[in-house]
C-alpha cells in the first residue's frame, strides 16, 4: 500500500499563476483533508472532505478550490497564486473525521 | 468548541537525557488525544494515540503519553532520547469519531551530543 500519494513535490510559480495539487489515499478512507505548514504557524487546515461528495472549509480557506474527485482523489487547486501562498502542503486521510490522520509527504510550492 | 496549547515551542535537551514535551487541551466532549512526529522534510506520522481505557499509552520509539483528564493534559515523555528524535512533535485532539483533530503549533525537539 502506498498510504497517501500527493504530487507534485515541488513547484515554483509565478504571481498569478495557477495550478492543482493532487492528493490520492488507498486506504479506503472516508475523510481527506489539505493543510498548509509555515514556520511558527504549526498546520493550518485549508479544506477538508467528511465523505465523499462533500467539503467544507477548514481555518484558511481563501484563494483555494478543492475536489473531491472520488472516494480515493481529493485536490487542491490554486486559481491566481500569491506569494503569500509560498508554503509547504500537506494532504491527510483518515477512516473518519475524528480518527487518526495519515499524511502524504508534502508539496513545497513557491510563488515568485 | 476544541482547542490545544503547546506550551513549549523549542526544547534542547542533551542525548540520553529524559524529555517531557506538554500539551494540554480544551473539549466540550469527551477526547480523543493523538501525538505526532515530523521529521526534517517529511510529513507527519503518528507517534501514538488515547481513544478510551488505560491513561498510559505507549508509542513507537519508546516515547509514551499520559491522559490526565482533572489537568487537561496529555504529555509525552521518553525516558533517554537519541540524537535520532531531534524533529517535531504535535499535539491533537478530538471530540470525538465525528469531529475533526485540531492541531497544536509544535514542539521542535532538539537533540545535542
Known amino acids: 500500500n502506498a498510504g497517501v500519494t500527493q504530487t507534485p513535490k515541488f513547484q515554483v510559480l509565478k504571481t498569478g499563476q495557477s495550478m492543482t495539487l493532487q492528493c490520492a489515499q488507498d486506504?479506503?478512507?472516508?475523510?481527506m483533508y489539505w493543510y498548509r505548514q509555515d514556520p511558527g504557524m504549526g498546520l493550518r487546515l485549508i479544506y477538508y472532505?467528511?465523505?465523499?461528495?462533500?467539503?467544507d472549509k477548514g481555518e484558511v480557506p481563501n484563494g483555494y478550490n478543492v475536489s473531491r474527485l472520488n472516494k480515493r482523489e481529493f485536490s487542491l487547486r490554486l486559481e491566481s497564486a500569491a506569494p503569500s501562498q509560498t508554503s509547504v502542503y500537506f494532504c491527510?486521510?483518515?477512516?473518519?473525521?475524528?480518527?487518526?490522520?495519515?499524511f502524504g509527504p508534502g508539496t513545497r510550492l513557491t510563488v515568485l | 468548541a476544541q482547542s490545544v496549547t503547546q506550551l513549549d515551542s523549542q526544547v534542547p535537551v542533551f542525548e540520553e537525557a529524559p524529555v517531557e514535551l506538554r500539551c494540554n487541551y480544551s473539549?466540550?466532549?469527551?477526547?480523543?488525544l493523538f501525538w505526532y512526529v515530523q521529521y526534517p522534510n517529511q510529513g507527519l506520522q503518528l507517534l501514538l494515540k488515547?481513544?478510551?481505557?488505560?491513561?498510559l499509552v505507549k508509542g513507537i520509539n519508546g516515547f509514551e503519553a499520559e491522559f490526565n483528564k482533572s489537568q487537561t493534559s496529555f504529555h509525552l515523555r521518553k525516558p533517554s532520547v537519541h540524537i535520532s528524535d531531534t524533529a517535531e512533535y504535535f499535539c491533537?485532539?478530538?471530540?470525538?469519531?465525528?469531529?475533526?483533530?485540531?492541531f497544536g503549533k509544535g514542539t521542535l525537539l532538539t537533540v545535542n551530543p
Open positions: 488515547y481513544l478510551s481505557g488505560s491513561t
Open positions: 472532505s467528511a465523505s465523499e461528495g462533500t467539503t
Open positions: 473539549s466540550s466532549v469527551s477526547v480523543y
Open positions: 491527510a486521510s483518515s477512516f473518519s473525521l475524528g480518527n487518526e490522520q495519515f
Open positions: 486506504m479506503n478512507h472516508n475523510s
Open positions: 491533537a485532539v478530538s471530540g470525538g469519531s465525528n469531529y475533526k483533530l485540531t
